[in-house]
């Protein structure tokens, strides 16, 4: 087996595995909210609400198409595809994580200190923005793809 096909295969493997764990994580934030509502009968909005299809929708099926993209392109060699990669699979978690404590403060009723409320923020903030230089680097490296392939 050449370097070349061997590194392609581990990249879907490595999109699938990340598929997958984002599967598992969906479904335990899904039932984690309907439980940890259920315990403390709160029925009013919280954030817990929406980390079931947050890591569903841009964990679990953002994954899967780009490893469907990766076995039929060479997009996962790209450096700037490695680069997202490492940089979407630290921020998105982080995200997921600030979702969970606020959902959990929302729901508990904890008494949160301003600095403590800024520092929640300040960190969902981080996420986001390294979230979004992630995802330019993808659309830089699917473009870069994109375009070489159309060129041969």
Not at 20 to 39: D, H, P, Q
Not at 68 to 75: E, N, P, R, S
Not at 98 to 109: E, K
Not at 125 to 132: D, K, R, T, V
């Amino acid at each position: 087996m050449s370097t070349e096909k061997h590194t392609h295969i581990t990249t879907v493997k490595t999109l699938m595995t990340a598929s997958i764990i984002y599967f598992f994580c969906s479904m335990a934030g899904g039932v984690f909210y309907r439980e940890f509502t259920k315990l403390f009968d709160f029925t009013g909005k919280t954030t817990l609400g929406v980390i079931h299809g947050h890591l569903l929708v841009l964990g679990t099926f953002f994954f899967l198409l780009l490893a469907v993209l990766c076995k039929f392109t060479a997009l996962g060699d790209q450096k700037l595809f490695q680069k997202f990669f490492l940089i979407y699979n630290i921020a998105f978690p982080l995200m997921a994580v600030t979702l969970l404590i606020r959902g959990i403060v929302q729901v508990t009723g904890y008494p949160m200190t301003r600095m403590l409320n800024g520092m929640l923020s300040g960190f969902a903030g981080l996420s986001h923005i390294f979230l979004a230089v992630a995802l330019f680097l993808l659309l830089l490296a699917v473009k870069k793809e994109l375009c070489n392939e159309s060129a041969k």
